[in-house]
């Protein structure tokens, strides 16, 4: 289903659909209004860029952590 343009009569920034509701655009997001910011961590950068990683310890890890890597390392 195509959407139209907005009527003379829709609000700014909302779109009508073929059904005559209409659909309100979402504001960009702001600092103030994010709830978080999503960073890569050193394993994500490690693999962008093909270098290795070495995770000291890694057998007193938690189970999850563990089978969250396997699931990464695995080929």
């Known amino acids: 289903d195509a959407m139209e343009a907005p009527s003379p009569g829709a609000a700014p920034g909302s779109t009508e659909t073929p059904r005559g509701s209409t659909i309100e655009e979402a504001e960009p997001a702001t600092a ?33 952590v563990l089978e969250r890597l396997n699931s990464v390392l695995e080929p």
Do not use: C, H, N, R
Request: glycine share 6%; no cysteine; net charge negative.
């Open 32 to 64: 103030a209004t994010q709830l978080f910011q999503w960073y890569d961590g050193p394993l994500v950068e490690a693999m962008k860029q093909g270098d290795m990683l070495l995770i000291d310890e890694i057998s007193l890890a938690d189970d999850s």
